[in-house]
């Protein structure tokens, strides 16, 4: 198995970024359901991430309505880490969405 380091990077790559041995590990990772909601999460807000990035060619927008799904998705999803990590998201929320939504 990988260190928690090493499977969070491979969590928060994008499936065509990661390496077969990474794909394996997610995937072994998946079999739990616990922890396969974790992985769903993460994969999810590191997409929302991607696809807002200025450096990537993102445009600014009024509102980021994907990260006011995740944050709510986060918060009910009985997994303690990802609810704390959520919370602390949601108590810098204006400093989130602006990060999101503008260049």
């Known amino acids: 198995m990988p260190s928690p380091r090493?499977?969070?990077?491979?969590?928060?790559?994008?499936?065509?970024?990661?390496?077969?041995?990474?794909?394996?590990?997610?995937?072994?990772i998946r079999q739990d359901d616990e922890a396969a909601r974790g992985v769903a999460l993460v994969e999810r807000f590191a997409a929302i991430?991607?696809?807002?990035?200025?450096?990537?060619?993102?445009?600014?927008i009024a509102r980021c309505g994907a990260i006011d799904r995740w944050l709510e998705d986060a918060r009910r999803c009985e997994i303690a880490s990802v609810q704390t990590f959520a919370a602390?998201?949601?108590?810098?929320?204006?400093?989130?969405?602006?990060?999101?939504?503008?260049?």
């Open 49 to 60: 991430l991607r696809e807002r990035c200025v450096t990537h060619g993102a445009r600014p």
């Open 6 to 28: 090493q499977l969070a990077w491979a969590c928060v790559r994008a499936d065509a970024q990661r390496t077969a041995s990474e794909r394996a590990d997610v995937a072994r």
């Open 88 to 103: 602390g998201l949601q108590q810098d929320g204006d400093a989130l969405r602006a990060a999101l939504t503008t260049s």
